[in-house]
């Protein structure tokens, strides 16, 4: 089993919708959790960063984590053409480790 | 604009050949990571570095090899290409946790 999941998609919506990313996770020591972002041809840049349970708000992105239910999310609001991308949720133990496990990422189209 | 340069972008070479990929990044950071990425996936960490002359390999069984001599420059080696190593090539680096990793844009590796 992977430690980390998440689906793949594609997953298609328009323009204006509030988009919802989702991952699941089974190591519980995961404290720290990640969202990033991939666009064609380049590699991924980091949109949000949240530690333990909770929401944190950036601009038209939320990022919320359930530890309880080892699952995380990234809701975009009003999505725009140029959120075409794919995304990947990551996640590691220690604030000092790095060694990121990411997720397959979820290839989300915006149509105009 | 990220500031660490992978070269080549692009890499179609025959099975048996030596190639070495580079890395090089300009923000000083002391950590920087090699993943493989392939077509929905995951990311799978190959081999990391802590700072100059510190290597260690990753969470995926890789036959290629690393060096750090210099903070700013991390290459990888296949001494002998083969056609199972086909795969995209993405070179991190970080310093503080919470800023998250710094990618490249990848190497696109074919072996025919």
């Known amino acids: 089993q992977k430690e980390v999941e998440q689906d793949p998609g594609p997953l298609s919506v328009p323009e204006g919708a509030i988009v919802s990313l989702n991952c699941t996770y089974s190591?519980?020591?995961?404290?720290?959790f990640m969202w990033y972002r991939q666009y064609s041809r380049k590699g991924p840049e980091l949109l949000m960063y949240?530690?333990?349970?909770g929401n944190k708000e950036d601009g038209r992105f939320t990022a919320q984590v359930d530890k309880s239910s080892k699952y995380i999310s990234l809701f975009i609001r009003d999505s725009q053409p140029s959120d075409s991308a794919t995304y990947l949720c990551?996640?590691?133990?220690?604030?000092?480790?790095?060694?990121?496990?990411f997720g397959t990422g979820t290839r989300l189209t915006i149509i105009p | 604009e990220a500031d660490i340069y992978q070269t080549p972008r692009y890499l179609v070479i025959g099975t048996g050949k030596k190639i070495t990929l580079e890395c090089s990044q300009t923000?000083?950071?002391?950590?920087m990571y090699w993943y493989q990425q392939d077509p929905g996936m995951e990311l799978h960490l190959i081999h990391y570095?802590?700072?100059?002359?510190?290597?260690e390999k990753g969470d995926l069984s890789s036959e290629s090899t690393v060096s750090r001599i210099r903070t700013e420059h991390f290459p990888l080696t296949l001494e002998s290409a083969r056609p199972s190593h086909t795969s995209q090539y993405l070179c991190?680096?970080?310093?503080?946790?919470?800023?998250?990793?710094?990618f490249g844009s990848g190497t696109r590796l074919t072996v025919v």
């Open positions: 990551a996640m590691s133990v220690n604030f000092g480790n790095e060694k990121l496990t």
């Open positions: 923000m000083g950071h002391d950590k």
């Open positions: 949240t530690y333990s349970s």
């Open positions: 190591n519980s020591a995961f404290q720290y």
């Open positions: 991190a680096s970080s310093d503080r946790p919470m800023a998250g990793y710094t």
């Open positions: 570095s802590y700072g100059v002359n510190s290597t």
